[in-house]
């Protein structure tokens, strides 16, 4: 099955400086990757997410690339605010299997 | 737009108790998915249903887990026995259609602990 591996588990940033969240993927035939963001006590909640037949996405502050040939993709978020802080996953979703397959998440924590 | 609603939110049972959560979709939403979280984790899925049909119950520990969702909109998840390691937060979630690359709008989840 999918295997998504996301890193760094916790990241710390000041307030206006970016962050980067990397994930890779082991189904080469995944072909949806959303964002997902959690705060605490409730339920993830999407971002953004990517197709395989785009390379990048942007939405304001925050952007998504995919690299399908090195099944990687990353989260981008400039200009963070306090209220960016929470937990960030990322996923990965193939036909095939039906399922979306989460990564472990990161922590973000961005400082005043 | 309602979200997706679940109850209760929080729950503490003894193990080898029972225990059951319920979950009601987004209103149209043919989909519906229970997720397992454990404290760290990323969501895990435990089932899917499409309409009053078990998709993929793959990952659903059937000696003790069970689920229904009878009438193709509200959708519970039973756990019996309960075991120490079922302490999570049990996520439901929906989406329209037959899933697929769609988004999967979340309830705010059920928190369990197993003492």
């Known amino acids: 099955g999918e295997n998504v591996e996301q890193h760094p588990s916790t990241l710390s940033v000041q307030e206006g400086d970016s962050a980067v969240i990397k994930c890779t993927y082991s189904d080469s035939a995944s072909n949806y990757f959303p964002w997902y963001k959690q705060e605490l006590g409730k339920g993830p909640q999407l971002i953004i997410d990517i197709r395989s037949n785009v390379g990048e996405k942007k939405d304001q502050r925050i952007a998504v690339t995919l690299n399908k040939t090195a099944k990687h993709f990353s989260l981008h978020i400039t200009e963070t605010q306090p209220e960016d802080s929470a937990v960030y996953f990322c996923?990965?979703?193939?036909?095939?299997?039906?399922?979306?397959?989460f990564g472990g998440g990161t922590r973000l924590m961005v400082k005043p | 737009e309602a979200g997706v609603a679940q109850s209760p939110r929080y729950k503490i049972i003894e193990k080898r108790q029972s225990v059951a959560f319920w979950c009601n979709p987004i209103s149209g939403h043919a989909t519906l998915y229970w997720y397992q979280q454990i404290l760290g984790q990323g969501p895990k899925l435990l089932i899917q249903f499409q309409n009053n049909g078990v998709v993929d119950d793959s990952q659903l520990p059937k000696d003790r887990f069970s689920a229904e969702r009878l009438k193709g909109v509200d959708s519970t998840l039973k756990i019996q026995p309960a075991k120490l390691e079922d302490s999570a937060v049990y996520l439901c979630a929906s989406t329209p259609g037959s899933g697929g690359g769609n988004e999967q709008f979340f309830g705010p989840g059920t928190r369990l602990t197993v003492l």
């Open positions: 996923a990965a979703f193939n036909n095939a299997g039906n399922m979306l397959t």
